[in-house]
C-alpha cells in the first residue's frame, strides 16, 4: 500500500527580516536590562528579559525552520518538520524559568521597594515600544505562513502591552514617587508571561505526546471507517499529530470475506482524505477468520454487519 511521505517546506522569503528583528531586540535587551539596573526598576528588567526571549524564539524559529527543510532519509523517515515543535518547547520552558526568577526578584522587593528612577524607565520603555511594534511588523508577513513565527508576532504584540504597563509604573513613579508600583508591574508581567505559555503549551505537549489532533475525535475516524463498504471492524486506530501541518493515522481493518482487500483499502484512504483531511494513512486488512496479525486474541469475531470499531 503507498504512503504519502510528501512533506511541507517554507520558501525562504523574509528571513532578512527576522535577522534584523533578532538584532533589534537582542540591542533593546541589552538596553532596558542596562537602564533598569542604573534606574533600580526590576520591570524595566523583567520587560527587558522578556523582550530577549523574544529574540531568542525568532533565532530558534528561524534555524528549527531552516532545519524543517531537511529531506526526508532512512534514519529519519518523517523528515525534520518536528524541530520547530521542540524549539517551541525549549522557548517556553525557558520563559517559564525567567517568568519564576523575575516573580522572587520582586517578591523580595515588596517589602521595602528602593529609588527608582521613572525618567528612564519611561523612555527605555517607550523605545521598547517602538521596538516591539516594529518587530512585530517585520514578521508579519511571515506570520501568515507559519504558526511557529505567528506566536512570535503576537509575543511582540503583547510585549508592546507590556512596555505600555511599564510607561505608566514610570510615569505614576516619576509623579507620586509609588515605589511599590514597579516590583507589582514586574509580578504581573510575569504572571501574564506564565498565562501566555500556559495556553500555548497544550499543542505543542500534544504533538510531542503522539496525542490527536484538534477536529473529529477518533471514535468518529474509526466509526466512519467501521461503516466503509467492505469494513467489517476496525481496532488498533492511533490518529496522531505528526507536526503543525500534518497529522497520521494508523488501523487495522477487518474486511469481509470475499472483499478485494486492495479496493477496499483504497476506498477507505479516499474517504479519510475527502473527509478528514487525513493524507497520510496506514491501513493493515484483515479478516476475522484469520485473527488479528499482532496478537491473536486481539479480536474476537467480528458480527456481521458495519459498526464493529475499537480505539487502541
Known amino acids: 500500500m503507498p504512503h504519502d511521505h510528501s512533506h511541507h517546506h517554507h520558501a525562504p522569503?523574509?528571513?532578512?527580516?527576522?535577522?534584523?528583528?533578532?538584532?533589534?531586540?537582542?540591542?533593546?535587551?541589552f538596553a532596558q536590562v542596562a537602564g533598569g539596573l542604573v534606574a533600580g526598576s526590576v520591570a524595566?528588567?523583567?520587560?527587558?528579559?522578556h523582550n530577549f526571549s523574544d529574540a531568542a524564539a525568532l533565532v530558534l524559529a528561524f534555524g528549527a525552520r531552516r532545519l524543517a527543510r531537511r529531506a526526508a532519509s532512512a534514519s529519519m523517515s518523517f523528515g525534520w518538520s518536528r524541530a520547530e515543535v521542540v524549539a517551541a518547547l525549549v522557548n517556553y520552558v525557558a520563559l517559564i524559568l525567567i517568568a519564576l526568577w523575575l516573580m522572587v526578584e520582586?517578591?523580595?522587593?515588596?517589602?521595602?521597594?528602593?529609588?527608582v528612577q521613572g525618567g528612564i524607565v519611561i523612555w527605555l520603555a517607550l523605545l521598547a515600544l517602538v521596538i516591539d511594534l516594529g518587530t512585530a511588523g517585520l514578521t508579519w508577513r511571515l506570520s501568515r505562513e507559519s504558526l511557529n513565527i505567528r506566536a512570535a508576532f503576537l509575543h511582540n504584540l503583547a510585549d508592546a502591552g507590556a512596555?505600555?504597563?511599564?510607561?505608566?509604573?514610570?510615569?505614576?513613579?516619576?509623579?507620586?514617587?509609588?515605589?511599590v508600583i514597579?516590583?507589582?508591574?514586574?509580578?504581573?508581567?510575569?504572571?501574564?508571561i506564565l498565562w501566555h505559555v500556559a495556553g500555548d503549551l497544550r499543542p505543542i505537549l500534544r504533538i510531542l505526546m503522539l496525542g490527536a489532533?484538534?477536529?473529529p475525535a477518533p471514535e468518529a475516524v474509526a466509526a466512519r471507517l467501521a461503516a466503509h463498504p467492505g469494513v467489517e471492524g476496525v481496532h488498533h486506530l492511533h490518529l496522531f499529530q505528526l507536526d503543525e501541518g500534518r497529522s497520521v493515522l494508523s488501523a487495522h481493518l477487518v474486511i469481509a470475506?470475499?472483499?478485494d482487500f486492495a479496493a477496499v483499502i483504497a476506498g477507505a484512504k479516499a474517504m479519510l482524505a475527502a473527509d478528514f483531511d487525513l493524507m497520510h494513512a496506514t491501513l493493515e486488512p484483515e479478516t476475522a477468520a484469520q485473527g488479528c496479525a499482532d496478537r491473536a486474541d486481539c479480536l474476537a469475531k467480528?458480527?456481521?454487519?458495519?459498526?464493529?470499531?475499537?480505539?487502541?
Open 13 to 29: 522569503t523574509g528571513e532578512g527580516a527576522m535577522a534584523w528583528a533578532v538584532a533589534i531586540n537582542v540591542l533593546l535587551t
Open 44 to 49: 524595566l528588567i523583567a520587560d527587558g528579559v
Open 106 to 115: 520582586a517578591a523580595g522587593r515588596l517589602a521595602d521597594p528602593p529609588a
Open 163 to 179: 512596555s505600555v504597563a511599564v510607561i505608566a509604573g514610570g510615569v505614576a513613579i516619576a509623579l507620586w514617587d509609588l515605589r
Open 182 to 192: 514597579d516590583p507589582v508591574l514586574t509580578i504581573g508581567i510575569s504572571i501574564f
Open 213 to 215: 489532533p484538534e477536529g
Open 257 to 259: 470475506e470475499g472483499q
Open 302 to 312: 467480528a458480527p456481521a454487519g458495519h459498526g464493529h470499531a475499537h480505539v487502541h
